[in-house]
């Protein structure tokens, strides 16, 4: 699990990220591509739908190839923190980000 929060100047700023981020990660899904992590095989990938609800932007990646990996990022705005959180399982990833990245945002203060 991959956790990072992020201070905007202001809840617009953080808020007009999000808005951002909801625009553009449309445009990868329902897609493939190929990683090659350093001096191992190219792994194949294949990109989710993309969920934007509840204030929960978030989408599950599939390793197609020898690890059988399950992905999912989600962001999430508090206030004038970005959440962002990245979970990988052998398992159904779905939720699993998202999830923790709510209950962050929960422990923001305002």
């Known amino acids: ?3 990072a ?3 905007f100047p202001s809840a617009d700023k953080a808020a007009a990220f999000y808005a951002s981020m909801a625009q553009r990660w ?18 194949q990938w294949a990109v989710g739908p993309i969920s934007n ?12 190839d020898m690890m059988a990996q399950n992905c999912e990022r ?3 705005v508090s206030g ?7 979970t ?7 939720g699993t980000a998202a999830n ?3 209950q962050i945002a929960a422990k923001v203060k305002k």
């Open 53 to 64: 609800a509840n204030g929960v932007l978030s989408n599950v990646i599939t390793e197609k």
């Open 100 to 102: 923790i990245a709510q």
């Open 80 to 86: 004038a923190v970005a959440v962002d959180v990245s």
């Open 5 to 7: 929060v992020v201070l």
């Open 26 to 43: 449309p445009a990868c899904s329902n897609r493939g591509f190929t990683r090659t992590p350093n001096g191992a095989p190219p792994q």
């Open 88 to 94: 990988c399982t052998h398992a159904n990833a779905a």
């Open 74 to 76: 989600a962001i999430t």
């Open 1 to 3: 699990t991959d956790q």
